[in-house]
């Protein structure tokens, strides 16, 4: 007890005890001039108190890795060891740290102390440093007297009270490092644990062991241990993980959702977890009694500065998973230095992670927490001020980053003339890299500028995204975006944004093998291109028109429309959209069997390329040249110009061109025997074609591995390979890719299971070549027909078939002409008399 002393020079310095209801002795030392211990007649020993842990937690759970590294860090030592563990509140600190102490007591038997040091404890200021040590030096029985004043007296006291003794010592929720130096022991054979919520680097020699929330699963496991109930069903599991994932992770949610469901035992955790997750205010639901994750979130907001303050509010109205300094400053308003440093120390605080270099992230409930303080603090007016200034950054920043991305000039609206500070994105890799990034916050941002009526801003994002979910995927969110953005635009009377969404769409939907709504998407950006006077938009839409033209196999018109393509961007001097179609119409010439003009063609495309340093449209025309070359049997350039190609799409990032490109190395490969090498690229292609949603380019693969496994004689595999191959084309609309399957089919069953099931498959695909006017795939057709009518006796009708198959191989120039020609002959010398009889294939 104390009593008030005279206000004498005289006055002796008081330590007040105070037993805490966890059992752990506390006290401070008063002033001089305030306290003096009452007089007594015989004053009673002094009280020691050296094993104060609170008691561990039963339903502890996860964090085997951190407390395995605590444990491993007790060997014996030089030097006091001392671990800071710090995270966000409410992740579990103390329980670990408790948790680990427990395990620790039988090698420090001098004493296991806790003392508390309410950083962020409600009703209480930060311990100071001088009260805390009396505290502990009451604890190890010193008499109050015998105290001395001052905190360097005292934490010389206490260092020399733990000379010799091995100690363990776990300081909570520590304010910052000047509140926890005084306290450390001096000598080996101690152990300290601090928890904090700020990062405490500036404490020496310290082991930081940062906490981050559960895993899915001990997420679940800590739910089902404190409620006392496992689910049964897939029904009450799959409520469980939603319940878990709504907590965000993180221990105190699950803890007090799971606490308020083991007093219900008639509840049921499916409609539990509905009930949460359609709560207005779910922060408000993790509340019991006075443990509540929205007060301990406040007490970490209000030890802010009012600048921080406001800054955090901020982040709550970022509608992405994470930012960086750009966003977080166009978005507060402030300079672009002052939110480097405003990140910093939030994420010093734990009020934001930091998952990589420069990017940080609010934990889901801590985004709550700050929209929930803006939506009380701040006006409309400002909040949707702050909102335009960030959708303007993205815009254009994302605006930046594509022109080193597309394939195309884009028509636009006018750039303003004043912009946001940005990251420099001066190279394609650049653009890649920061699109890659920012992906998610863009797709969040295009949504909300929906939401919010901000309908120039999600056009425009929308589009300056389409280039890299065109090379990158996922397919079905371009599309989606796409179709959102020509319906808004058509709503809101913008023509151009409207045309250049119905070009983009267009361009997917051919993508993944929709050729009829590809065209009809077309035609209708190229409309509107025309009505309001936009000639490199139309001369992107015939571009576009033209490709879907030759997927299909209808060549004349894509060659028609490629020609028209290629004198508008002639005439309005676009180079980059003059190589464009300059390439495309080489494809169009090597699709018709005229190798050597489109040999040219694509070499023409490739010198303006190289001349605009246009990488992407460089690695196109390699990868179609070295097509070309593979036609004609030049299978040493044919994998050289492929390497070359795939090279540059891995440089530049372009996921699409890579696959494509691993398929064109397979088949070359294969060509020429080596089947392992050419099973691996194929391997590699299909699995990046599945990756980013392409079914065309997945049934090119499916094929390619097909006839790897008939030529190793794996007919099984190459039958299953082979048909879903032909389904795929079937059901993207490609005639020329599912005549090419059926002859692949046709071989392999001439190999498997005899001539007559082959001719089927021959004349299928013959039939389908001659539908698309594909030389190539006709004159196979016609050479597998002859073979087998050559195994069944038919001998003029395979002569006349198979001299067919080598006119129309020598007139495109093909490869096979001189194995073809070489058969016909042998064939001839057998059957000398049937040589002037022909019955040509219908």
Known sequence: MTTPASRGEDATAQVRIEMHADGNAQG?????????????????????????????????????????????????????????????????????????????????????????????????????????????????????????????????????????????????????????????????????????????????????????TLSSADAALLFTRLAHRT????????????????????????????????????????????????????????????????????????????????????????PGPDTDAYATAALADIPLSKARCELEALYEDHLIHSPAVGRYRLHDLLRAYARTLTTGHDPADVREAAARRLLDYYQHAVETADRHLTDSSRPTAPVPSTAPA?????????????????????????????????HSHAIRLTAALAAYLRQQGPWHEAMSLHETAATTAHRTGDRLGEANALRELGQVRAATGDYPAAADLEQQALNLFRTIGNRRGQAHALWDLARVRAATGDYPAAADLEQQALNLYRSLGDRLGEANALRELGQVRAATGDYPAAADLEQQALNLYRSLGNRSGEAYALEELSRVRAA????????????????????????????????????????????????????QALDLFRTIGNRHGEANALQDLGRVRAATADYPAAADLLKRSRSLFREVGDVQGEAEAFNSTGALLAASTGPQEAQVAYREALHLARQVQSPLDEAHALEGIARCQVRTGQWQAALADLRQAVNIYRRIGAADAPSAAENLAQLQAQHPADIAVQEPTD
């Open 28 to 212: 401070y030392v008063a002033g001089r001039d305030q306290y003096v211990i009452q007089e007594a007649p015989a004053a009673p020993a002094p009280v020691t108190a050296l094993r104060t842990l609170p008691r561990d937690v039963a339903a502890f759970t996860g964090r085997q890795a951190e407390v395995d590294q605590i444990l491993a860090a007790t060997q014996p030592s030089r030097v006091v060891a001392i671990h800071t563990i710090d995270g966000m509140p409410g992740v579990g600190k103390t329980a670990l740290a408790v948790h680990a102490a427990h395990q620790l007591t039988s090698r420090y038997p001098d004493g296991q102390m806790f003392l508390r040091l309410n950083a962020h404890t409600a009703g209480h200021n930060p311990a100071d440093p001088a009260d805390a040590l009396a505290a502990l030096l009451l604890s190890l029985g010193i008499d109050p007297p015998s105290i001395p004043d001052g905190l360097d007296a005292r934490a010389g006291l206490w260092r020399d009270r733990l000379t010799g003794r091995r100690m363990l010592l776990v300081l909570d929720d520590a304010a910052s490092h000047a509140q926890v130096e005084p306290l450390l022991p001096g000598s080996e054979g101690c152990l300290v644990l601090v928890t904090s919520r700020h990062r405490l680097t500036a404490l020496d020699g310290a082991t930081p062991l940062p906490l981050d």
């Open 231 to 318: 689910p049964t069903t897939t029904a009450s599991s799959e409520a469980l993980a939603r319940i878990v994932e709504l907590c965000g992770f993180l221990p105190l949610a699950i803890a007090l959702l799971a606490g308020r469901f083991a007093h219900h035992p008639h509840w049921n955790l499916t409609d539990y977890a509905d009930e949460f997750a359609a709560a207005q205010d779910q922060l408000g639901e993790l509340a019991t009694g006075d443990r509540a994750v929205k007060a301990a979130f406040d007490m970490s907001y209000r030890a802010l500065p009012p600048e921080r303050q406001r800054l955090f509010r901020y982040l709550g109205l970022h």
């Open 422 to 454: 940005a990251p420099s994105v001066a190279t394609h890799q650049q653009a890649l890299t920061w699109t890659r990034t920012e992906h998610p916050n863009l797709t969040a941002c295009i949504h909300q500028a929906h939401a919010t009526a901000q």
């Open 632 to 683: 004609t049997g030049d299978y040493p350039a044919a994998a050289d110009l492929g390497q070359q190609a795939l090279d540059l799409f891995r440089t530049i990032g372009n996921r699409s061109g890579e696959a494509y490109a691993l398929g064109d190395l397979g088949r070359v490969r294969a060509a020429t025997g080596d089947y392992p090498a050419a099973a691996d690229l194929g391997q």
